[in-house]
């Protein structure tokens, strides 16, 4: 056997895990998101998921790091029995997607939601970007219009 060949298990393990993250890897991390940073109110992890320059696009804009964690703790706060579930998980290259739904009483006001006391059921749905094994970009959606017409803020149908 070569002397490479040798070495190469060695050079394998010397890597950063970040540097063989695949699909399987990205998934792991994704599924933390939604169950233990939303699902818990585990913001202390971040480090672990989000690589440097995250961006965060929807509604209109773009968001950092900052900013979406202040909106997860906005929510939060709002329903503090937040129950979430991921529902299906699907990798491919360096994008994740999730499906996922959650259950929450608004029980506390914390913008933009006024503290009403009623159950609100919603799904959505996350797609993340990673590079180097961390989450570099999110897009995620969820129906709004419902989650309003649930807490009685719009009339429904």
């Known amino acids: ?81 937040l129950k979430v579930k991921l529902d299906r998980i699907i990798a491919e290259g360096d994008l994740v997607s999730l499906h996922w739904s959650a259950v929450g009483t608004n029980t506390v006001a914390a913008a933009p939601f006024p503290g009403t006391g009623k159950t609100v059921s919603v799904d959505g749905m996350s797609f993340f970007r990673f590079a180097d094994g961390k989450i570099v970009e999110e897009w995620s959606t969820y129906d709004n219009l419902t989650i309003m017409q649930q807490l009685g803020l719009i009339p429904s149908k």
Do not use: W
Not at 6 to 28: R, S
């Open 1 to 81: 056997m070569s002397r490479l060949a040798a070495l190469f298990p060695a050079l394998l393990l010397a890597l950063p895990a970040a540097a063989i993250a695949g699909p399987a890897e990205n998934k792991a991390v994704a599924s933390r998101v939604i169950l233990e940073k939303m699902g818990q109110g585990r913001f202390d992890i971040q480090p672990e998921l989000y690589g440097p320059g995250f961006v965060a696009h929807g509604f209109g804009r773009n968001f950092t790091l900052a900013e979406d964690e202040a909106s997860g703790r906005q929510l939060r706060a709002a329903f503090p029995d």
